[in-house]
T-cell receptor, first 114, second 113 residues
């Protein structure tokens, strides 16, 4: 399967703990995006990378959130000191340089903060 | 900020029926995308639209980019049970951001009891 993959698919954590999610984009896609989706809503943009450069961050991305894409391939999203309001589906998407508007999503990581 | 209004919020379909849904915005978009999402999964790209007035089909799905660039619609012809799910429109405005897809809240398609 050459689609976007995310790991883990589900994460349950206690408030105050740190969590890290991983995203592997479609091979050779140079753009990678992170979104957050809560129940009954559409995905909301968090940040995106072109190769290893983080080019944009949403104001939703508080200082407890950090994303990296060190080698321009996979990416990680870390949430420090999780809060109950962080509970959501975290989605990763990727696109290639020829059709950057067409973002292909992974299956998501469902985070539950107790 | 930019917002997309999708309607209807939900609808019930009977197999074989045609389905229409639309998306409107107060702002202009350069690209419109339509996605389908099943429970517990990520959105799957159905159709991408790049030009005002453009009409594009993907099997039983047809979508149009409104000429004002502030709206789009999606039609599903001869619906089948696997069409059930949540359909999202998403827009991209190059002037605001090159990465930031703005999503609507979705139209939930269910099967009539």
């Amino acid at each position: 399967d050459t689609g976007v993959s995310q790991d883990p698919r589900h994460k349950i954590t206690k408030r105050g703990q740190n969590v890290t999610f991983r995203c592997d984009p479609i091979s050779e896609h140079n753009r990678l995006y992170w979104y957050r989706q809560t129940l009954g809503q559409g995905p909301e943009f968090l940040t995106y990378f072109q190769n290893e450069a983080q080019l944009e961050k949403s104001r939703l991305l508080s200082d407890r959130f950090s994303a990296e894409r060190p080698k321009g391939s996979f990416s990680t999203l870390e949430i420090q000191r999780t809060e109950q309001g962080d509970s959501a589906m975290y989605l990763c998407a990727s696109s290639d340089s020829l059709a950057t508007d067409e973002q292909f999503f992974g299956p998501g990581t469902r985070l539950t903060v107790l | 900020g930019q917002q997309l209004n999708q309607s209807p919020q939900s609808m019930f379909i009977q197999e074989g029926e045609d389905v229409s849904m639309n998306c409107t915005s107060s702002s202009i978009f350069n690209t419109w995308l339509w996605y389908k999402q099943d429970p517990g999964e990520g959105p799957v790209l159905l159709i991408a639209l790049y030009k005002a007035g453009e009409l594009t089909s993907n099997g039983r799905l047809t979508a149009q980019f409104g000429i004002t660039r502030k709206d789009s619609f999606l039609n599903i012809s001869a619906s089948i049970p696997s069409d059930v799910g949540i359909y999202f429109c998403a827009g991209l405005n190059y002037g605001g951001s090159q990465g930031n897809l703005i999503f609507g809240k979705g139209t939930k398609l269910s099967v009539k009891p």
